[in-house]
């Protein structure tokens, strides 16, 4: 748990902390996902995602910020939809920052479509770039099983 929580705090602009990751950890309806990829064995990235019923949502995915950008993020989604269709889900359930173009393109490559936007929904922190205010959530929403995705 050290490492999620170290992850968590030093690769997520926007950490969960500590409490909210114990909860989402412990949660009978959560599934974890990590990825253990570098030469010393090391976690590098994880996820949360929740399945209720036929549904599996993606609640939060953090990969180390050193190693990005090699398909660390592509290979926990697709454990997770392949791991929960097993399970029985059949829709695929996330929101991202409108912001973050990376995960949007990433989740687009996956077969996800942009369903929905919630106006003003993340607080945006201030920087020296940018001022205090929202952004919207994107919602996006995959209805066919994963493996449909592999063909």
Known sequence: MPFVIKLDTESNPYPWGEKLIEDAFQSRHNWVVEALVDHKKTPVGWLVASLILDQSEL?????????????????????????????????????VRESNLGAI??????????????????????NDQTEQGREAACLF?????????LR
Not at 141 to 149: G, Q, V
Request: some cysteine; hydrophobic content about 35%.
């Open 105 to 126: 393109a990433l989740y687009k490559s996956l077969g996800f479509d942009l369903v929905g936007r919630r106006k003003n929904y993340y607080e945006v922190k201030q």
């Open 141 to 149: 929403t995959r209805h066919t099983p994963y493996e449909a995705c």
């Open 59 to 95: 609640e939060l995915i953090v990969i180390d910020s050193g190693v990005r950008r090699q398909g660390l993020a592509r290979r926990l989604m697709i454990t997770w939809m392949t791991d929960v269709a097993e399970q029985g889900a059949k829709e695929y359930l996330l929101e």
